[in-house]
């Protein structure tokens, strides 16, 4: 007995190994010696797996000594077309199919699931064709009796839909072919419930009851990540609160699974990230508050770099009061800036001999060329600070006279605000982004490329000031890494819009306007 009992332990550990990996076997008729590419579905992409070559009769062997990941898979041909079929528990099957007719000729071995697979892609083709066919003698039909006769040949039909489906969640409910056919399921609306809006907040609230977001099996389909992306695009409102606690709530829901866990915020960062919605950056920082520490899989180097780039963005995101700025203005007239160029030559002569010192670092002259720019800065006449003027709307317009956008984009900003926004209490900050002073030379030429802007332009108005400051750090406060950059700021210097263009700004101020909001 107890020889046995180990005979039957061996038995079981051999068949336990030789059952590791996959083997799916595949004949492709009127196909010899072509290659297949074996993969699977990642919403709308195809990633390859496995690639072999077939026999002159067509055959061909897909192995490998680990398991693939459960999902929706394909077999790519040389024509550039594909079949799908389904990777289950079972990854030791055969396939058969035509090139003539990859539907009906789809035939399965050894898979209960792709034989399922298979007659239901059949059923569904056939009574697809049917629905269409009904639906259009509908639309033409004007006899009532017979309207109401398609009409119930097409319930009937929609019957027969959910009949399949329940025999397949009945009778294989944990296969893969059961989740992904109920994660396809839409959300039904009672029909007690009419009123529109009723019906959008159960459609939203119900959104994921079919579809398991723990379940990693589903990351392998067509509609991950599209079923994630209707979701906050188009269910939840557009303002940063509404979405951060959507972002929550599908994170919550994947936590059952590390891998989906893992897909699904990196999915976030990355849409968040890139997006040019201009609330994004609030999700965006939302993210790393709450989520960068977990993400366990990220090296610390890399949290630490995002945390550091999110300080920047917190102090600048939509919704939020602007940081204030100590500013000097420029002269609004040509002879008093024509005026600012002889101390500038003065103070560049300087500048350049504690520049050429080669006795000393950069950082011991750093402290005697910032004297200088002090010294230079006094013979400017007045400091404005931002929160000691007061205009229903403020633009914020960092710009350099080096930057081939703001060249072509200030005169055209200037013209527009002053034309299209003549009666309304708007004033614009033309902040001058001064170079570094670790090229003195470049700095001080810099300066006069401003002037001579501001003058062939004639950027003058009672809607428009020019500025710089050296020694405010607005680019820490306002994230300022490129130029052109504005900022649209509300009566109560809240940042209303942020990083778009000039025609958007003034086409966000005229919306108000015609509104008539305070």
């Known amino acids: 007995m107890t020889r046995n009992f180990f005979i039957i332990i061996f038995l079981a550990i051999t068949l336990q190994v030789s059952a590791q990996g996959y083997k799916i076997e595949v004949k492709i008729n009127n196909l010899p010696n072509q290659e297949l590419i074996l993969g699977h579905h990642r919403s709308d992409r195809l990633v390859p797996d496995d690639t072999v070559v077939t026999n002159a009769q067509g055959y061909a062997v897909f192995s490998g000594k680990k398991e693939l990941a459960q999902g929706l898979y394909f077999i790519f041909l040389p024509s550039k077309t594909y079949f799908d079929f389904i990777i289950g528990d079972d990854q030791f099957f055969k396939i058969e199919n035509d090139t003539t007719d990859f539907i009906n000729n789809f035939k399965s071995k050894g898979s209960v699931e792709n034989e399922l697979f298979g007659k239901y892609q059949i059923f569904m083709t056939e009574q697809s064709q049917k629905m269409r066919q009904l639906q259009s003698q509908l639309k033409a039909e004007k006899d009532p009796a017979k309207k109401a006769e398609i009409e119930n040949q097409i319930k009937s039909i929609s019957k027969e839909y959910d009949k399949k489906y329940e025999y397949v969640q009945t009778n294989y409910p944990s296969s893969f072919f059961a989740l992904f056919l109920k994660a396809a399921k839409e959300v039904s609306i009672p ?17 994921f009851d079919n579809f398991d977001l723990s379940d990693a099996r589903l990351l392998n389909t067509p509609f991950f990540d599209n079923k994630i992306q209707f979701y906050l695009d188009k269910l939840v409102p557009m303002v940063p609160d509404s979405i951060n606690a959507a972002c929550d709530e599908i994170l919550e829901k994947t936590k059952g699974d590390s891998t989906t866990y893992q897909y699904v915020l990196v999915y976030m960062f990355n849409k968040y990230a890139k997006s040019n919605l201009m609330i994004a950056e609030n999700i965006y920082s939302h993210l790393v508050d709450i989520y960068v520490k977990k993400a366990y899989w990220a090296p610390d180097s890399f949290k630490n770099e995002i945390k550091t780039k999110n300080v920047r963005k917190k102090q600048c995101l939509i919704g939020n009061k602007a940081k204030d700025l100590h500013m000097t203005m420029l002269p609004d007239d040509t002879t008093a800036i024509e ?156 940042i209303v819009a942020k990083k778009i263009g000039y025609e958007q700004a003034i086409e966000i101020i005229k919306e108000i306007e015609s509104k008539g909001e305070e």
């Open 191 to 207: 029909d007690e419930i009419t009123d529109n809006y009723k019906k959008y907040l159960y459609y939203k609230n119900h959104y």
């Open 339 to 494: 005026a600012l160029r002889i101390p500038l030559e003065e103070i560049k002569s300087r500048g350049l001999a504690i520049e050429k010192d080669t006795s000393r670092s950069f950082d011991d002259k750093l402290p005697d060329l910032s004297g200088l720019v002090s010294e230079y800065m006094a013979y400017f006449p007045n400091d404005i600070q931002l929160y000691s003027t007061n205009h229903k709307y403020t633009i914020l317009w960092f710009m350099s006279p080096t930057c081939s956008h703001c060249i072509h984009d200030t005169p055209l900003f200037f013209d527009q605000l002053n034309k299209e926004l003549k009666d309304v209490d708007v004033v614009v900050w033309s902040i001058f982004l001064e170079s570094s002073l670790d090229n003195w030379w470049k700095f001080c030429h810099e300066i006069n490329e401003w002037y001579d802007f501001v003058e062939k332009h004639n950027l003058h108005s009672d809607k428009w000031i020019n500025l710089w400051n050296p020694f405010d750090n607005y680019r820490f406060k306002y994230d300022i890494s490129a130029s052109p950059v504005l900022y649209l700021l509300d009566k109560d210097k809240k």
